[in-house]
């Protein structure tokens, strides 16, 4: 995959989507597995009630073959392409992207 590239796994709605990319973890190559969601639809999903939700990077520690899952929460009103290309960008510049979940925003 080139830089710009991602293949979508599932499109679930205009606030919710699955794809994966390569980049970087620990200075390896890696294929990010992404669940990009907005945070209203995250509020709706988890039931959470009278609770401000973050923007949130979530790191799986759960890999297979140099394949990582992360999940996305961020502040948006739909995901577009143009969304989606700058998540990937937002991942592959992160400095001291590690395992778990960083909150921001």
Same mark, same amino acid.
């Given at each position: 995959?080139?830089?710009?590239? &991602?293949?979508?796994? /599932?499109?679930?709605?205009?606030? @919710?989507?699955?794809?994966?990319? @390569?980049?970087?973890?620990? /200075?390896?190559?890696?294929?990010? #597995?992404? /669940?990009? &969601?907005?945070?209203?639809? /995250?509020?709706?999903?988890?039931? =959470? +009630?009278?609770?401000?939700?973050?923007?949130?990077?979530? +790191?799986?520690? #759960?890999?297979?073959?140099? #394949? &990582? &899952?992360?999940?996305?929460?961020?502040?948006?009103?739909?995901?577009?392409?143009?969304? =989606?290309?700058?998540?990937? +960008?937002?991942?592959?510049?992160?400095?001291?992207?590690? =395992?778990?979940?960083?909150?921001?925003?």
């Amino acid at each position: 995959m080139s830089n710009n590239e &991602y293949i979508i796994e /599932h499109l679930i709605s205009n606030n @919710e989507v699955k794809f994966l990319f @390569e980049g970087q973890l620990n /200075h390896q190559t890696v294929t990010w #597995h992404t /669940h990009l &969601y907005t945070c209203k639809n /995250h509020i709706i999903k988890s039931e =959470i +009630i009278n609770n401000p939700i973050r923007q949130f990077i979530d +790191i799986s520690p #759960h890999k297979k073959n140099n #394949h &990582y &899952y992360l999940k996305i929460c961020l502040k948006l009103e739909q995901i577009t392409r143009a969304d =989606i290309l700058k998540t990937i +960008i937002m991942i592959r510049q992160y400095k001291n992207l590690t =395992i778990g979940k960083h909150e921001f925003g």
